[in-house]
């Protein structure tokens, strides 16, 4: 099993900047991939960013050049840091986990971003 907790939404002002942090604990020596995905209201959960355990990244187009996705195994937590923030981020940004030997996926509680133009 792996818990995730996020932190760091909040409101922010268009061309802003937010960090989001996703703290796992549990079985977490496991988890192949973590990354962070966004669902606005009426709309469909989609992906932000990736990272593997190997330290690969990937970017949904829309957050590409604005977004970086990083990891620090030593706090066994995950971050996004959003600069260049536009109205259309505004979503609940949601921590996931994968572990591939086990096809299980795991998901934080969500933290909302809001960005005001």
């Known amino acids: 099993q792996v818990q995730l907790v996020e932190s760091g939404g909040g409101l922010v002002q268009a061309g802003g900047s937010l960090r989001l942090s996703c703290a796992a604990s549990?079985?977490?020596?496991?988890?192949?991939?973590m990354g962070w995905y966004r669902q606005a209201p009426g709309k469909q959960r989609e992906l932000v960013a990736l990272?593997?355990?190997?330290?690969?990244?990937s970017y949904a187009d829309s957050v590409k050049g604005r977004c970086t996705i990083s990891r620090d195994n030593a706090k066994n937590t995950v971050y996004l840091q959003m600069n260049r923030l536009k109205p259309e981020d505004t979503a609940v940004y949601y921590c996931?986990?994968?572990?591939?030997?086990?096809?299980?996926?795991?998901w934080g509680q969500g933290t909302q971003v809001t960005v005001s133009s």
């Open positions: 996931h986990a994968r572990i591939f030997s086990i096809s299980s996926t795991y």
């Open positions: 549990g079985s977490i020596f496991s988890i192949n991939v």
């Open positions: 990272i593997t355990s190997g330290g690969s990244t």
